[in-house]
């Protein structure tokens, strides 16, 4: 029984000792949480809309995402937050061909364009065909990572809850053939803080989708 007793006391003091060594990065809670949104309102079952714009072949429009704030000191770089996010999608699509128009101007003979005359005015244009990029397989959702940053009311396009920081990612090129399609976009949202991070990659490793219908 007093091993028993000397067991539970020493696991009872390392789980405790690593919230002490480790505290939360967050100001409420001991784990962030992320959104995903299209920055307007969702229809009566969850999903968002996109209105596909009939007089382009491609379509272009964002995604957006908030993300909790670290607000620990001891994990901030040079005082900032380190939030990072990695988007996804089920939706994809393959290039047929590429082709684009290039302007030609001609330095001796070119009109320039007034009040200065220092931009040259194309003489012609000349169609090429990329194609290398055939049978290119593209996402609906650019891929790439960005990362989180504090609101701006000035210049910022999208304004996050509370105190929570924001990103965007670019969906598109849409092409026309998704309309009436429902596609999914995912978040993954990383906050880097060290050694709690390692420590409780659940805590800091959190992802968030949500639906679209391109209409």
């Not at 995604?63 to 040079?78: C, G, M, S």
């Not at 924001?166 to 009436?180: D, E, N, V």
């Amino acid at each position: 029984m007093k091993q028993f007793i000397v067991l539970f006391s020493v696991l009872v003091l390392f789980g405790c000792s690593k919230e002490l060594q480790y505290p939360s990065p967050f100001a409420n809670s001991n784990e962030g949480q992320v959104s995903i949104t299209m920055g307007t309102q969702k229809d009566a079952r969850g999903f968002y809309h996109y209105k596909f714009d009939n007089t382009k072949s491609f379509n272009y429009t964002s995604v957006y995402a908030e993300a909790t704030r670290i607000t620990n000191e001891r994990y901030l770089y040079n005082g900032v937050s380190v939030v990072e996010s990695s988007f996804d999608t089920d939706t994809y699509w393959v290039f047929d061909t590429l082709t684009v128009t290039i302007p030609l101007y001609n330095p001796f003979r070119s009109l320039y364009s007034s009040p200065y005359f220092t931009t040259p005015l194309s003489v012609g244009t000349k169609t090429v065909t990329l194609s290398q990029y055939r049978n290119t397989i593209v996402p609906l959702v650019a891929t790439s990572s960005t990362y989180f940053k504090e609101y701006d009311a000035r210049m910022d396009e999208y304004k996050p809850s509370g105190n929570n920081m924001w990103t965007k990612q670019l969906i598109g090129p849409i092409p026309a053939q998704y309309r009436g399609d429902t596609i999914k976009i995912y978040v993954k949202t990383y906050w880097e803080c060290g050694n709690y991070s390692l420590t409780y990659p659940e805590r800091t490793e959190k992802i968030d989708s949500l639906s679209l219908i391109i209409n």
